[in-house]
């Protein structure tokens, strides 16, 4: 990996100015494999997937000078060679504030060309303009809640040997759910708060365990598509579903959230999008 496109070569944690006017360079793409390769991930993926990114400060200004607003939605799929960085996305999306667009298909067309570019494959973009703003619904994941059980936690580092399931019992099918999801930012250290909701087919995996190495990321540092991956992985590894969908709703930083969905069953539809209470 090129030390050019590494996250300490990002604009995170740096001072920044805001650029107004239009400036897709802004965008600072870092390759994913760098990360897959520490899960032992090459050749072909065991998920397939999808980052919804929802951009709720978005505005730019019509012929006439007037600002506009909308919310977009992003949806990347997890194949793509790169993340984004989110500083930079931000970054990008303020440089629309003061640039002059001749509608919201202009708008689309920027985005779609400078977003697929920046994690090189193409990108799906929606935008929700202020009249439709009251049809956003707001709900929470489904699943038996983890966050019941009443457990002792002395580590917080994730630790996959917590991971255990009844392989000598009948495979079952569950939907398990916990907020308590935390980790932090790779390069700051600032917190990034989420919930996580995991489906499976298989061994029932044991819930206090599930809960603790959930827990366990509260001090790990790793981007929020990076966590997910992990998380995948380390349940596919220890407790051997047949079947397996990590779903992640984080809370947004900067006008921005991002919900990365990994899974190795197809359901025939992505993910819903619905925002959570607390995002």
């Given amino acids: 990996m090129s030390t050019s496109s590494t996250p300490d070569a990002s604009p995170l944690g740096k001072p920044s100015l805001y650029q107004t006017q239009y400036d897709p360079s802004l965008l600072f793409p870092i390759p994913r494999q760098g990360k897959r390769d520490e899960l032992g991930l090459s050749g072909d993926l065991p998920f397939f997937g999808v980052d919804i990114w929802n951009a709720y400060e978005l505005s730019w200004l019509n012929m006439r000078g007037k600002p506009q607003v909308?919310?977009?939605?992003?949806?990347?799929?997890?194949?793509?060679?790169?993340?984004?960085?989110?500083?930079?996305?931000?970054?990008?999306?303020?440089?629309?504030?003061?640039?002059?667009?001749?509608?919201?298909d202009a708008l689309l067309e920027l985005l779609r060309a400078d977003l697929s570019a920046g994690f090189g494959a193409p990108v799906q973009i929606t935008l929700t303009l202020p009249e439709d703003f009251?049809?956003?619904?707001?709900?929470?994941?489904d699943g038996t809640?983890?966050?019941?059980?009443?457990?002792?936690?002395?580590?917080?580092?994730?630790?996959?040997?917590?991971?255990q399931a009844a392989h000598d019992e009948?495979?079952?099918?569950?939907?398990?759910?916990?907020?308590?999801?935390?980790?932090?930012?790779?390069?700051t250290g600032q917190p990034d708060w989420g919930s996580v909701q995991?489906?499976?087919?298989?061994?029932?995996?044991?819930?206090?365990?599930?809960l603790h190495y959930l827990i366990g990321f509260r001090e790990h540092n790793e981007?929020?598509?990076?966590?997910?991956?992990?998380?995948?992985?380390?349940?596919?590894?220890?407790?051997?579903?047949?079947?397996?969908?990590?779903?992640?709703?984080?809370?947004r930083r900067g006008g921005l959230d991002i919900n990365p969905w990994r899974s190795n069953f197809s359901t025939g539809k992505p993910p819903s999008n619905t925002r959570n209470a607390r995002q």
């Fill in 198 to 210: 995991i489906h499976y087919v298989g061994p029932q995996i044991n819930q206090a365990g599930l």
């Fill in 223 to 251: 981007f929020h598509e990076q966590c997910v991956e992990r998380i995948f992985m380390d349940i596919l590894r220890q407790c051997k579903p047949q079947k397996l969908a990590v779903y992640a709703r984080y809370t």
């Fill in 145 to 163: 809640l983890l966050d019941r059980l009443d457990i002792e936690v002395t580590d917080y580092v994730p630790d996959p040997s917590l991971l």
């Fill in 70 to 104: 909308a919310i977009a939605r992003v949806m990347v799929p997890a194949d793509s060679p790169n993340i984004i960085e989110s500083k930079s996305f931000k970054l990008y999306l303020n440089s629309f504030n003061q640039t002059k667009l001749g509608g919201t």
């Fill in 170 to 187: 009948a495979p079952v099918e569950e939907t398990l759910l916990s907020n308590l999801l935390k980790s932090n930012c790779l390069v």
């Fill in 134 to 141: 009251a049809k956003i619904n707001i709900g929470e994941l």
